[in-house]
C-alpha cells in the first residue's frame, strides 16, 4: 500500500500528488516512471516521476485527468492509499554536458521536464525551455521553470502569455538564425512530439522524445509498449521511454495510442456515473 | 505389506483409466470456468485402485520433485486424504496446480509401468483430487518446521520455480523472502494459464500455504529496478535466487506487425488473466477481441489464447508452420481446443499483415509449407512452398512464438553470466550460477519449459543454497 502524503490542483484537472514510496525514492532519476494500479479492480497506467525525495522517502507524480484511471486517482485525498506503484521503470534520460539544451514541453510535461532541466543544468549545459499551453490558465511553475533553465519561453495557442503560437514556432526560428542547439528533448502529447520532431529534422538536431504508449506490466512482459523505432521493434517500458525522435514511426504509434477509443469513453461514463 | 497388495494386483492389472470428468464443450465456450471438473470419490477410489505398487516404482523418477507416487495413491486407497495430502506436501508445495497442468503424459505417467500397457495410472488426477479434497475439507496441514537457522535468502519472482525454492527454505528454517515485479504472485501461473484451465483461487491457496511456511512475498519489487541483486547481497541476505522466468515475447518481424489488433499472447493472456478484463467495465482493463482472429504457434500458449478468444466471441484459427503431429502443445489442449471450435491451418506460415485505413489489422497474407529435412531440433523443418501466398481475412491476430528472458536481471548484474538467447548460466546439478551466492533455476535458465521443471529447478537450487549457508 502507499500512502498519498499530499495533494495539489496545480490547474484545472492537473494534480500534483506526492506519494509514499521509499525504496522508489532512492533509485529514481530524470526520465524514469512509476506504474501504479489505484484499487483492487483497477488498470496499471504509467506515470513519470515528476520529483522525490530519498530522504522523506516519497515520490511526486503529475497526471492529467483524461480517463476513468486518472479520474479514480484524482478522486484521492491525502491519507488515502493507492494499492500498487511500482518503479523506477524504463531507463534515465542521457545526461552529460552537450552545451545547448532545448527541452519543449506541453501538459503534464511541463512538470515532468523539471528533473531533467535540472540534472542537463547540473551536467554543465545550457538550458532553454520551451513550455506550450492553451492559454495562461493551464500554465504552471513559471518561476520554477524559469529558475532551472538559463532561458525560458512560453506560449500559448491564444496569445494570453508568452507569444502567441505552438511550441515549434521559436525552435524553427532559432534554428533558422543558424543558432546552435545541441540536443532537444521534446515531451508531451504524440502530436506535439511529433511536430518538434519534424521541426528539427531538417536541421537534423539530435532530438529526444519520451514516448508514451499504452503499457500493462512494464517490464518487459506483455509487448503492448511496443515502438517502432528504424523499422525496429522496440519495448518503451525496457528499451526507452526515451528513442531518437527521428527514427519513430509516428502515424503507427498514434493508431496504437487509439486502440481502446471505444471501451475507455464507454469506462469513463460509468466511473463517472456508476449507475449509469 | 505394498508387496503383498502389489502381487495380488498383478494378477487383474485393470487398463481401464477412469476418464476426467468435463463441462460439455458448447457450454464451455460461454464461460471461464474449470473445463475439467475433477474426480468424484469414486472417481478417485476406482483410479488409485489401478496402482499395482509395482517394485519398480518408476513413476517417481519420472516427477522432477519425485513424489512418492506410490505412497500416496496406497493413502488415497485406504481412504486416508489426510495422509495423501501430507505424503505429496512433503516434496510439492503446489499439488493443486501440478494436478492440473503438469505434462503428466510426458513425465511421471509416461514412465508408469502400466504406460508399456497404454494405460498409466491417472496420477496427475489423483494428485489434484487430493489436493481439492485438502483445500475443501483442512487448513494445510502443519509442516514440521525447523528451528531458525538466522540465514536470509532473497528469491526473485514468484513463479513456481521461485514459490518452490522459498517453500524448501523456509522447511529448513531461513528466513526467505520473495521479490515480486508485479501486483500478484504466481508468475506464468496467474498472467498466463487462464482460468478455465488453472483457477486463480486454486493459485492463491497453494501460495497462501507457502505463506503458512514462513516465506515473506514482497510485491511491487523490480529487481533490476527498485533493488538489485548486489543490495540484495549487501543488505543481509546470505544467498539470491533468481527465478524471473522467461516473458519477454518474440515477435515475426514481418510487415506490420505492430498496426493495432497485433497482439502478443502475453498481453492478450495477461489482460484477461492477471487484470480480469473479461470483466470490463466492471473491471478498468479495456480489452479488444476481433470477430475473425488468427492465432499464430503451436505450443501451449497459443492454445490458450485461442481458447481465451473463442470464450469472447471469437471465431479462431490457429495458423501453424508445421503439421498437426509436429505441435508443442499437449495433445489434450489440442482436442479441447478442437472440440471447442477452434480452426487449425497447418502448414501455414504468415509473412505480412494488410492493414486497413485506421491502421489496424485486416488481413494476414500467408504462405502454404511442406516439411523437409529434419532441423537441429529433431523436427522436420518446414520450407515455404512457392508461389502459395494466399490472404486470411482477419481483424486481429495474437502472436504466439515463445518468449525469452526479460533484459532487467542482466543490464542490472553484469557479472552474471548469459547464454545467446539472453538465459541465465547455471549449473545443472546445483542452480548456482557464475556469481557468488546466486543461484538460478526455471525459465530464465532453460527458457519457457514446463511448471514442474521449474520446481525442479527450484528446489535443487534449495538444497545446494542450503549446503551452503551451512559452511558460513
Ligand atoms: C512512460 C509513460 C509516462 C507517462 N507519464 C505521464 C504523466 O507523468 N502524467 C500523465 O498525466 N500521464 C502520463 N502518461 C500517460 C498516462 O499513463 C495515461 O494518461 C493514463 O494511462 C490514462 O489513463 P485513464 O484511464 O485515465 O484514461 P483512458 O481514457 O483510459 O486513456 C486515455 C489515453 O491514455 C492512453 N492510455 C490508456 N491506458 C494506458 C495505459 N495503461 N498505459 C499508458 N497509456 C494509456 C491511451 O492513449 C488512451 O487513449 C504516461 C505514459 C507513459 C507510457
Ligand atoms: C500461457 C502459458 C501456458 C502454459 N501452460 C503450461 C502448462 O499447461 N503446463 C506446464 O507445465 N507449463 C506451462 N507453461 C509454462 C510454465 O508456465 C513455465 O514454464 C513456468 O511458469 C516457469 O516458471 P518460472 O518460475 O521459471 O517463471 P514464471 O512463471 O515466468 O515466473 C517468473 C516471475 O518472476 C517475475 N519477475 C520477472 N522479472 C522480475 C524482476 N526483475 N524482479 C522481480 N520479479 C520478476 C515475473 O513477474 C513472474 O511472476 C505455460 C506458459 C504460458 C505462458
Ligand atoms: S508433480 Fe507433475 S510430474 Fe510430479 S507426480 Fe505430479 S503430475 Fe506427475
Ligand atoms: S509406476 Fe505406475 S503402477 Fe507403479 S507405483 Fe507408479 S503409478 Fe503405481
Ligand atoms: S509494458 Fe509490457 S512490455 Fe512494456
Ligand atoms: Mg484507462
Partial sequence: MFPI?????????????????????RK?????????????????????????????????????????TTTRLARLKPGDVIADLCGPLGNPTEVENFGTVCLMAGGFA??????????????????????????????????????????????????????????????????????????????????????????????????????????????????????????????????????????????????????????????????????? | MSQESGGKAKAKINLNRVSMPKQPADTRRQTF????????????????????????????AGCP????????????????????????????????????????????????????????VAIGRLERYVADWELGHHPAPEASASPPTGRKVAVVGSGPAGLTCAAELARLGHAVTIFESLHVAGGVLMYGIPEFRLPKSIVQAEINYVKSLGVIIELDAVIGKTLTIDELLADGFNAVFVGTGAGLPLFLNIENENACGVYSANEFLSR?????????PEVDTPLKVGKEVAVIGGGNVAMDAARCAVRLGASVTVVYRRGREEMPARIEEIENAEEEGVAFLFLTNPIKFDINDQK???GMVCQKMVLGEPDASGRRRPVPVESSEFTLAIDMAIVALGTRPNPLIARSTPDLAFASRGTVVADEATGLTRKKAVW?????????????????????AARDIDRYLASL
Fill in chain 1, 28 to 68: 529514481a532519476a530524470a526520465g524514469q516512471f512509476v506504474i501504479l494500479r489505484v484499487d483492487a479492480h483497477g488498470e496499471r497506467i504509467p506515470l513519470t516521476i515528476a520529483d522525490w525525495d530519498a530522504a522523506e522517502g516519497t515520490v511526486s507524480v503529475v497526471f492529467m485527468e483524461v480517463g476513468t
Fill in chain 1, 110 to 276: 511541463t512538470a515532468t521536464i523539471m528533473p531533467i532541466a535540472r540534472a542537463m543544468k547540473a551536467a554543465g549545459n545550457r538550458v532553454i525551455i520551451v513550455v506550450g499551453a492553451r492559454n495562461k490558465d493551464l500554465l504552471f511553475w513559471r518561476e520554477r521553470l524559469a529558475e532551472n533553465s538559463d532561458e525560458l519561453i512560453i506560449t500559448t495557442d491564444d496569445g494570453s502569455a508568452g507569444r502567441k503560437g505552438v511550441v515549434t514556432e521559436p525552435v524553427k526560428e532559432r534554428l533558422e538564425r543558424g543558432e546552435r542547439i545541441d540536443r532537444v528533448i521534446a515531451i508531451g502529447p504524440s502530436i506535439m512530439m511529433k511536430f518538434s520532431s519534424l521541426t528539427t529534422k531538417p536541421f537534423g538536431v539530435k532530438t529526444i522524445v519520451s514516448m508514451n504508449p499504452i503499457m500493462v506490466d512494464g517490464t518487459g512482459m506483455c509487448g503492448c509498449c511496443r515502438v517502432s523505432v528504424a523499422g525496429q521493434t522496440r519495448f518503451a517500458c525496457v528499451d526507452g521511454p526515451e528513442f531518437d525522435a527521428h527514427a519513430i514511426d509516428w502515424d503507427n504509434f498514434m493508431a496504437r495510442q487509439r486502440t481502446y477509443i471505444d471501451e475507455e469513453k464507454r469506462s469513463l461514463e460509468i466511473c463517472r456515473c456508476p449507475t449509469a
Fill in chain 2, 272 to 280: 484477461v488473466n492477471l487484470m480480469k478484463a473479461y470483466r470490463f
Fill in chain 2, 440 to 460: 538460478a533455476g526455471g525459465d530464465i535458465v532453460t527458457g519457457s519449459a514446463t511448471v514442474i521443471s521449474a520446481m525442479g529447478a527450484g528446489k535443487t
Fill in chain 2, 33 to 60: 470456468g474449470e473445463v475439467a471438473l475433477g474426480y468424484s470419490a469414486e472417481d478417485a477410489a476406482r483410479e488409485a485402485a489401478r496402482c499395482i505398487e509395482c517394485k519398480a516404482r518408476n513413476c517417481v
Fill in chain 2, 360 to 362: 489496424w489489422v485486416s
Fill in chain 2, 65 to 120: 520433485v519425485a513424489i512418492d507416487i506410490p505412497e500416496f495413491i496406497a493413502a488415497v486407497k485406504s481412504g486416508d486424504l489426510a495422509g495423501a495430502s501430507r505424503v505429496i506436501k512433503r516434496t510439492n508445495a503446489l499439488p493443486g496446480i501440478c494436478g492440473r497442468v503438469c505434462p503428466q503424459e510426458s513425465q511421471c505417467e509416461a514412465v508408469c509401468t502400466l504406460a508399456k500397457k497404454k494405460a498409466p
Fill in chain 1, 5 to 25: 502524503v499530499a495533494t495539489e490542483e496545480l490547474v484545472p484537472r492537473v494534480r500534483l500528488y506526492r506519494i509514499h514510496a521509499p525504496r522508489v525514492a
